[in-house]
């Protein structure tokens, strides 16, 4: 499997235009919806590569926060971002953010959780930094059998079953889980070039 870290150092620069044929805008703002935010909001985004759930939450909220590995991707986000205050990026490892308990009114995921080396630490860690009453809202691929995006694209998992994920959010603590289908798909070409178009889910619960 292709190292995620260096991965993302490659593409960074490029990841903007590359992403725009893997997931759209539209599946990013119901993501959002889902949060119910208001606008005094205080939100994170773990794995937030370039800012691109950050940039569907601008004029939304009150401030946000974007968690990521990797210093390329963060390097594009700080200068997407420039001459906006109530932005800010932080490099680190999402399996020990570095955030109090009960910080964060919304975390959010967005394609993170098939890189993440144990997903279900990754999901008690996120749900540790909610608020009471606030929401984890993770857009993320249903399992699949495209075992060339492990070297391809970095990718440590080939997806999820639902009902794992399910159990992830109960183990973390969150009430009103709900794993449903996000709006559109995930494609791009297999080696060979076949179009894929896989699908996502989008998992939300809330902190009692």
């Avoid at 919806?33 to 759930?53: N, P, W």
């Avoid at 997407?80 to 975390?107: I, M, S």
């Amino acid at each position: 499997m292709t190292d995620p870290r260096e991965y993302f150092a490659g593409i960074a620069n490029d990841w903007d235009q590359l992403r725009s044929g893997y997931f759209t805008e539209a599946m990013r703002d119901a993501a959002i919806q889902k949060a119910a935010l208001h606008q005094s909001a205080v939100v994170a985004d773990v794995g937030t590569g370039t800012g691109f759930i950050l940039h569907g939450l601008i004029g939304k909220v009150q401030s946000m926060v974007g968690f990521d590995e990797s210093p390329e991707m963060l390097e594009v986000a700080r200068r997407r971002f420039a001459g906006r205050p109530e932005v800010r990026f932080q490099q680190t490892d999402a399996r020990a953010l570095p955030a109090p308990d009960n910080t964060f009114d919304a975390v959010f995921a967005n394609m993170y959780l098939h890189h993440a080396p144990d997903p279900a630490a990754a999901i008690y860690e996120m749900a540790r930094i909610l608020n009471q009453g606030g929401k984890l809202v993770i857009t993320d691929l249903d399992s699949h059998n495209q075992d060339w995006m492990r070297e391809a694209m970095a990718d440590r998992w080939l997806g999820f079953d639902r009902e794992v994920v399910r159990s992830w959010y109960e183990a973390a603590g969150l009430e009103q889980v709900d794993v449903d289908c996000a709006e559109g798909t995930c494609d791009c070409s297999a080696p060979e070039g076949m179009a894929i178009a896989l699908s996502i889910f989008v998992a939300t619960g809330q902190k009692p």
